[in-house]
């Protein structure tokens, strides 16, 4: 038992002015934009193939979200196919064809290198960008 504690209270953060950053420039929808989403489980792969679907249904846009998790809960790869159009009748097929990926948003830099060449999913500088610091795999 503790006697005349109280928990501590986080630092608020300081206040992050975006206003000064540019819109983007949005991809052309008006043919198929695919990307693949590559990483282990626990990197939210999942997560952001949720997300960027919810965002093109919210823009009014067609969206399909094809998510392949097999071993994800024993540090295996998990891959999201997200493709996206001006509307769901440009969508012929939910999961993105050799050579079609316009990005491959990297998650665990192993997974993209591993899932990549094999398939052939993106053309050459088009496609990695990784948000991992560590190559080291989840501990759970």
Not at 99 to 120: E, S, Y
Request: charged letters at 20%.
């Amino acid at each position: 038992t503790v006697e005349g504690g109280s928990p501590r209270k986080p630092k608020k953060a300081d206040a992050v002015d975006f206003s000064h950053l540019p819109e983007p420039a949005l991809p052309a929808t008006a043919e198929p934009y695919g990307i693949l989403v590559t990483g282990i489980g626990g990197t939210g792969v999942v997560t952001i193939g949720a997300l960027l679907g919810m965002a093109a249904h919210l823009e009014s846009k067609g969206v399909s979200v094809l998510d392949m998790t097999g071993l994800a809960q024993k540090n295996g790869a998990v891959v999201t196919h997200v493709r996206f159009a001006n509307t769901p009748e440009r969508l012929h097929a939910t999961r993105i064809a050799a050579g079609d990926a316009k990005l491959v948003l990297a998650c665990d830099i192993r997974v993209a290198a591993d899932t990549a060449p094999k398939a052939d999913h993106a053309l050459p500088f088009q496609w990695i960008v990784s948000v991992r610091k560590s190559p080291k795999p989840n501990k759970s």
